[in-house]
């Protein structure tokens, strides 16, 4: 009787975690595409929106240093420790594998003696600026999950940005500063995560708090996705439920936490001083042990696996998608327009999935973008209508005023116009041309003027004249230019370069004495 009754529980037991598997929890894992249900027609397919697990994506990452030639040891040079920065007997060789520090010594893995990192040259070169870009591609989208991590062996450098792309290294935006000190660096003022809200997460912010100290336990470095996400989900993420809500229903805070390539610019290397020590330059320089990128491939929740195929990530698409982020219908299921699946209603979402094609209206070739067409009896011709994807054009062909073509794009990709992104106070407009260009106001430079020319400094409202300068703007009378926006005048003389007395405004002029 006894092993009846266990056998049934078992039987149970099986069979209620055979059904459990099949179903996210009550905050949506999303992680099963469908399931078989049965109905009185009999078994169907019941789909939900799914999404791959996220994994450790320093895995698939290509790096590409600029200067290509900055890794340190070709030719040999000795270096100073970072405990000591003036015990400067440490050697860097590239031609010796104990003392070389190529780039995959930021990617292997944590925790071995003695500790291995990449190194760039040292700063041999002062006051030349010592730079260096390192960019991480995966040729894929990718939606970060966790935070950015990276681990310095150098002590944290003086400055640097964090930025990202959306478009395969084509185009770059900002996603953070650091500096010792932000007002000076960038013009900005220091703030941290902490300052943001829920109105204010996706402000670009420069933080003071990762970039101070010399010192051998001050070595790492956040971006923090973690403690943004908890503005919507509570401080311990317990409340999923609201942030797939704000992500599903707000477009700008998902493209925020999605990248097809980070690059990190090393500005400054770490002086731990006001002044740099000409003496001993090979005190400066970036040596980085170790970087961490957690996400997932964006499979437009149409997908809960990714696989790496000739060196490349790829979706493997479900409801009837394809792609490498599943961002089009198959051919004959594009009964209606494609759209990814969304999170809501929680804990399933809706799945969106592609339905075979019923009928198409003769020649409307829209690159799926619309699926709507209309024959305009006039020009005896049929032209798309309501293009999406911010395309336009009788096929849907061209792109919108404020949107240029992504090169690297088919027609049919959803991704196929890019954001202007010009600077709201160095361009003439938001409109630029098709290699993404923007009309740039007077004194103003670079693709999205953002930049100013020679002569000119920029300014809360963009680029302004110089007031002075130490090459033809003199000050005059021995007073002093300050940011090249005013002289700080001696306290006989006034005006805009010094150049009249002070006493010419009293009611008497100026004696003989005067000046």
Not at 49 to 65: G, H
Not at 430 to 443: A, H, L, S, Y
Request: aromatic fraction near 10%; proline fraction near 6%.
């Amino acid at each position: 009787m006894y092993l009846s009754r266990f056998l049934s529980l078992h039987a149970l037991w099986v069979t209620v975690s055979s059904v459990m598997q099949h179903y996210p929890s009550v905050w949506g894992h999303y992680d099963v595409c469908k399931t078989q249900i049965y109905t009185e027609e009999g078994k169907v397919w019941d789909y939900m929106a799914c999404q791959p697990e996220a994994r450790d994506m320093i895995k698939y990452v290509k790096v590409t240093l600029d200067p290509p030639d900055i890794t340190c040891g070709d030719p040999p040079e000795t270096f100073c420790a970072m405990g000591n920065p003036y015990m400067c007997n440490n050697e860097c060789d590239a031609s010796t594998q104990e003392l070389a520090h190529p780039p995959e010594l930021m990617f292997d893995l944590e925790g071995r003696h003695p500790s291995t990192f990449w190194q760039s040259t040292t700063w041999k070169d002062y006051p030349k600026p010592l730079h260096v870009n390192i960019t991480l591609s995966w040729n894929k989208t990718i939606e970060l999950t966790d935070n950015i991590v990276i681990t310095f062996e150098s002590g944290r450098p003086d400055q640097m940005i964090l930025e990202k792309s959306l478009d395969y290294g084509r185009t770059w935006q900002p996603y953070q500063y650091y500096a010792t000190d932000c007002l000076d660096a960038f013009h900005m003022d220091p703030k941290s995560v902490r300052d943001l809200s829920q109105h204010t997460v996706l402000e670009i912010i420069c933080t003071e708090e990762y970039s101070t100290g010399y010192m051998t336990n001050s070595k790492i470095i956040h971006f923090e996705i973690k403690d943004r996400f908890a503005f919507f989900a509570g401080p311990r993420l317990h409340n999923m439920a609201s942030l797939y809500g704000q992500l599903d229903t707000t477009k700008k805070l998902r493209d925020f936490f999605t990248i097809t390539d980070l690059r990190i610019r090393l500005l400054r290397p770490a002086t731990g001083e006001i002044y740099v020590d000409e003496q001993h330059l090979a005190r400066y320089f970036y040596a980085i042990s170790d970087i961490r990128v957690y996400g997932r491939c964006k499979c437009n929740l149409h997908a809960t696996g990714c696989k790496e195929e000739n060196k490349r990530l790829l979706c493997e698409c479900e409801h009837n998608t394809t792609g490498p982020d599943c961002g089009k219908c198959k051919k004959n299921y594009q009964g209606r327009p494609w759209s990814p699946g969304s999170y809501l209603p929680i804990p399933k979402g809706t799945a969106n999935i592609c339905i075979p094609s019923i009928s198409s209206i003769g020649n409307c070739e829209c690159f799926g973008h619309s699926n709507r067409c209309s024959y305009i009896e006039l020009l005896n011709t049929v032209i798309c209508v309501s293009c999406k994807h911010n395309t336009r054009g009788q096929h849907c062909e061209l792109c919108r005023l404020g949107y240029f073509r992504n090169a690297s794009a088919e027609l049919d990709d959803e991704n196929v116009c890019i954001d202007c992104y010009c600077n709201p106070f160095g361009s003439v407009h938001d409109r630029c041309n098709d290699r993404g260009f923007c009309e740039c106001k007077e004194g103003t430079s670079g693709p999205k003027c953002d930049k100013c020319l020679p002569g000119y400094i920029w300014h809360s409202l963009g680029c302004q004249p110089n007031v002075c300068d130490n090459e033809l703007l003199h000050c005059q009378n021995g007073g002093t230019c300050i940011n090249n926006v005013r002289c700080q005048c001696p306290p006989a003389y006034t005006g805009i370069l010094c150049e009249k007395l002070r006493c010419e405004r009293d009611p008497g002029g100026c004696s003989r004495s005067s000046g």
